[in-house]
């Protein structure tokens, strides 16, 4: 039986790498999805050579900009045609707006960027990976069948007036969850969304003064940022098949920040 085979969008930095180390670690193929910045992607996939539980373990670089319909069929022929099979999606890639606008004045052109990358992207490429999967019913070479995996935010449901296009596409975005799993639950795919806090990332280095502050007064109840590898971890446990009789449902990874207290 060859080994599974994932897909990690996103996966050059962040979030994403930790995900692909994670799963390096666990055994499988991964296909390393990066925009534009190939030599990071080299960098995750050398980190991944490194962790691996085999040398006989492959990582592909594949290179798309998520929000054109050629490159996202394109990629996913790719890791089709090169690694032989696909086996999970995990939703990964997004970005922050290039710069905080209150949402009186915020423009047009950052809320179609962010609605084309974090949404639109990723909804179309869980379709071309549905209907793959929905052609190869029961190919699937992770315990309890195919995987789809959304990273969105806590921002899907908590508001940022200076972030509203951000919000927007991660509120959308867990909907997706929803639906997929809706349409998919009978097939033998799995979709779950993971929905981070407060990460250490590169998208949260310019903020890092201030929530040091927030999270050591109490913002989040754990008081400390969240990791890619807390991310990773949770992607590991559903690749394995540990939530067997879950679908559509929302994982936070936010230290208790969604939690109300008074």
Known sequence: MSRPVILVTGASRGLGRGIALTLAAEGYDLAIHYASNSAAAEETITACKNVAKSSEQRFLPVSAQLGSSEQRTA?????????????ALVNNAGMAPRERADITEAGESSFDELISVNLKGPYFLSQSAANYWLQHPGASRLAGGYKLIFVTSISASTASVNRGDYCISKAGLAMAAQLWATRLAADGVQVLELRPGIMATDMTSGVKGKYDTLIADGLVPQRRWGSPEDVGLAVKAICRGDFPFSTGDVIYLDGGFHLRRL
């Open 75 to 87: 990629m996913i022929d790719k890791v089709i045609a090169e690694l032989g099979h696909l086996d």
